[in-house]
């Protein structure tokens, strides 16, 4: 198999049926063969549902159904061990992340010899209440993982098959899925400029506590791997 889609989501009901056609669009132009997980993380909406319908309809949908809300990372840690392609791209389900990005990435991966790309919003449609903490997570980020990536937080990145198999996601260290891969020894990180989408349906999940404890993970991480 081509291409795994990992695609953790809480409350975006209205959103899964363009996304899927989107992506559904963009795989057969480009003859992939490819799976969707959507992982469900507890939405107490109706997105299970739609789910369960695109399922019917489509052989190439998979569904993790959480019982309730756990976060991104349990959500990327549970679709990572499902996935199966040979290249596993993560996206966010709201449509702020294309899908028209997906050939480019797996060229990168498959051609280029990347273990990982991150996808870099290089120009954004949020709110400064924001950009701002995502400008100075970045920079932190940056220092203590020596990596130099533009936007650690973008949803839409990646991988090799070898490296979701090798690393753990947890907390919420999605946020350094680069940092684990580089520690695991998988250091060749690349990194490309993609289009964020104006978001169209819902509203933002984000919250400033999380990049609070995305701090104290990071702290964590780069202690634990000094010894």
């Not at 949803?155 to 690393?167: C, D, E, R, S």
């Amino acid at each position: 198999m081509d291409i795994s889609l990992v695609i953790p989501l809480y409350n975006e009901a209205e959103s899964l049926p363009e996304l899927y056609a989107w992506i559904e669009r963009v795989m057969k132009a480009n003859n992939f063969t490819y799976e969707v997980i959507f992982v469900n993380d507890g939405s107490t909406d109706n997105s299970w549902e739609v789910i369960e319908r695109l399922k019917a309809r489509s052989p190439f949908i998979k569904g993790i159904k959480f019982r309730r809300n756990y976060g991104k990372s349990p959500g990327l840690h549970c679709g990572f061990e499902r996935a199966q392609g040979d290249v596993i791209i993560t996206m966010d389900a709201d449509l702020q992340d294309s899908p028209d990005e997906i050939p480019e990435l797996y060229r990168m991966i498959m051609e280029d010899g990347y273990d990982l790309v991150s996808g870099w919003k290089k120009k954004r449609y949020d709110p400064i209440s924001k950009t701002i903490p995502t400008k100075l997570f970045n920079a932190t980020a940056r220092k203590f993982s020596g990596i130099k990536l533009h936007d650690f937080n973008c949803g839409l990145k990646a991988y090799k098959n070898i490296v979701i198999k090798n690393i753990e996601v947890y907390n919420d260290m999605h946020r350094y899925i680069p940092y684990l891969a580089k520690i695991a020894g998988f250091n060749k990180i690349g990194e490309k400029v993609v289009k964020h989408q104006a978001r169209k349906y819902g509203t933002t999940k984000f919250g400033l506590s999380r990049f609070v404890n995305g701090y104290l993970d990071l702290i964590t991480l780069w202690f634990t791997s000094r010894f």
